[in-house]
């Protein structure tokens, strides 16, 4: 009998409008000069913690665990500032540092390996770069260069009110938006 693959899950941070439609047109242009589309693949996010296989028989713990961790989490506000990349694949947006950010995704990671056991080991030595993803996986090699040559200087500056965290859930072919957890008023 085959076994059947567990769901995937990602939790991260979604821009909110009029800043959504603008990365949104900038995935997209990715797409139509550079045939760079994977990102479209998901909403604008800043990643909190990467995807992971999770029981659909358990996803009420999920849901119920993130509910109880954002009640005790605060609002906060992000800079988005121009464009950075991690050569020779991935253009994204740059969020600057931010403690409060930092420790977000520190609780949060932490939340999830002690209530739910779950410590995404392949990710574990990667350090916290948070940032918005406009072009990865399938942009070529020499795209990129033309594509970073393009974005390296041009300007892109955004204040992102966060006041809620997004579970994510991939149904197939895209991430989709399955649940979202509001934060404390700051």
Same mark, same amino acid.
């Given at each position: 009998?085959?076994?059947?693959?567990?769901?995937?899950? &990602? /939790?991260? *941070?979604?821009?909110?409008?009029?800043?959504?439609?603008?990365?949104?047109? $900038?995935?997209?242009? !990715? @797409?139509?000069?550079?045939?760079?589309?994977?990102?479209?693949?998901?909403?604008?996010?800043?990643?909190?913690?990467?995807?992971?296989?999770?029981?659909?028989?358990?996803?009420?713990?999920?849901?119920?665990?993130?509910?109880?961790?954002?009640?005790?989490?605060?609002?906060?506000?992000?800079?988005?500032?121009?464009?950075?990349?991690?050569?020779?694949?991935?253009? &994204? /947006?740059? *969020?600057?540092?931010?403690?409060?950010?930092?420790?977000?995704?520190?609780? $949060?990671?932490?939340? !999830? @390996?002690?209530?739910?056991?779950?410590?995404?080991?392949?990710?574990?030595?990667?350090?916290?770069?948070?940032?918005?993803?406009?072009?990865?996986?399938?942009?070529?090699?020499?795209?990129?260069?033309?594509?970073?040559?393009?974005?390296?200087?041009?300007?892109?500056?955004?204040?992102?009110?966060?006041?809620?965290?997004?579970?994510?859930?991939?149904?197939?072919?895209?991430?989709? *938006?399955?649940?979202?957890?509001?934060?404390?008023?700051?």
């Amino acid at each position: 009998m085959e076994q059947q693959r567990k769901p995937l899950y &990602f /939790i991260a *941070v979604l821009p909110t409008s009029p800043i959504l439609e603008e990365i949104d047109d $900038l995935k997209h242009y !990715f @797409k139509d000069q550079y045939q760079s589309k994977a990102s479209l693949n998901s909403p604008p996010h800043i990643t909190l913690h990467m995807p992971f296989e999770w029981k659909e028989e358990k996803e009420a713990r999920l849901l119920n665990t993130l509910t109880a961790f954002s009640k005790n989490q605060t609002s906060l506000v992000l800079q988005l500032e121009n464009f950075g990349c991690f050569e020779p694949r991935v253009i &994204f /947006i740059n *969020v600057i540092k931010n403690a409060l950010l930092d420790l977000l995704q520190k609780e $949060l990671h932490q939340v !999830f @390996k002690k209530e739910l056991n779950l410590f995404n080991a392949q990710y574990r030595d990667l350090p916290f770069h948070p940032h918005v993803t406009l072009a990865f996986r399938d942009l070529k090699k020499a795209m990129f260069y033309k594509a970073w040559e393009e974005f390296r200087e041009k300007k892109f500056e955004h204040k992102l009110k966060v006041d809620r965290i997004n579970l994510l859930k991939h149904d197939g072919k895209v991430w989709q *938006v399955h649940a979202e957890f509001l934060l404390k008023e700051n």
